[in-house]
């Protein structure tokens, strides 16, 4: 089992930055993929971006490619992603998950989700 947890989001006015982080515990977490996902009300959750579980390989959705980073630190058994250039259309409940293979854009791949931590940006 790996337990997710989401931080580091908030309120933002467009143009502006924030980093979320996700916590990792349990099984170890330099063996996973991570992903990051998101919803907005009333959409679908869609993906956001993906890390290998060396970093080596890393992945985005168009929408967010140029604005957003995805890192992790093995050490800390985080995962982080770094939005700037932020978007009311970014507003959302961002997720991570985690994946005991490769990764992958498709949320259902993932095994391991987290309760996800809220992003609003204003206008």
């Known amino acids: 089992q790996v337990q997710l947890v989401e931080s580091g989001g908030g309120l933002v006015q467009a143009g502006g930055s924030l980093r979320l982080s996700c916590a990792a515990s349990?099984?170890?977490?330099?063996?996973?993929?991570m992903g990051w996902f998101r919803q907005a009300p009333g959409k679908e959750r869609e993906f956001v971006s993906a890390i290998s579980w060396r970093g080596g390989n890393t992945y985005y959705a168009d929408s967010v490619k140029g604005r957003f980073t995805i890192s992790r630190d093995n050490a800390k058994n985080t995962v982080y992603l770094q939005m700037n250039s932020l978007k009311p259309e970014d507003t959302a409940v961002y997720y991570c998950a985690a994946r005991g293979t490769g990764y992958t854009i498709n949320e259902d791949d993932y095994e391991y989700w987290g309760q996800g931590t809220q992003v609003t940006v204003s206008s």
């Open positions: 349990g099984r170890t977490f330099s063996s996973y993929a």
